[in-house]
């Protein structure tokens, strides 16, 4: 996908929609480094040693439809990634040690996130985890997800 999609060209692309009080007409942002999303947080690979991608892992194209990652701690609204057919694939085959990996993304191209309360972000071709985020500091053993 283009990186200079507005959210009203990127839903209208994908058939995933956003609630009326997000304004349509802004350009949606793609960003090659670290962003969030709710309750979900897009790291570049390099930067986590510990998740690796499983031998022989299946990795599988995202269409512009969609794969939905992960839905809002109520059920509700998900997070979903769409990409322009052979712009990127995605496996959830990995190893995290902190379970928070939902997957790896692989994009050639431009990758988006599209949730219904938060719009959309972009993602720069490269290589990231996506994953859970939780709330506390790093040395706190009693840490929660963040609910979205």
């Known amino acids: 996908m283009p990186h200079n ?9 994908s058939g995933l929609d956003v609630l ?29 040693d510990a998740v690796q991608t499983a031998p022989g892992a299946r990795w599988r194209p995202v269409p512009v439809s969609g794969v ?29 040690p902190s ?5 790896v993304l692989d994009a050639t191209g431009t990758a988006y996130l599209i949730h219904p309360e938060h719009g959309g972000t972009g993602i720069a071709p490269g290589t990231y985890v996506i994953r859970r985020q939780r709330e506390g500091a790093a040395e706190s053993r009693r840490r929660r997800l963040i609910a979205d």
């Open 5 to 13: 999609l507005t959210l009203a060209d990127l839903t209208e692309r």
């Open 20 to 48: 009326d009080h997000l304004e349509r007409a802004v350009t949606v942002p793609v960003i090659d480094g670290l962003q969030a999303q709710g309750d979900l947080i897009v790291v570049p690979y390099a930067l986590l």
């Open 68 to 96: 939905e990652l992960l839905r809002s701690a109520s059920g509700g609204n998900p997070h979903s990634l769409v990409a322009d057919p052979g712009g990127c694939r995605w496996t959830t085959d990995v190893r995290d």
């Open 99 to 103: 379970g928070l990996a939902l997957g």
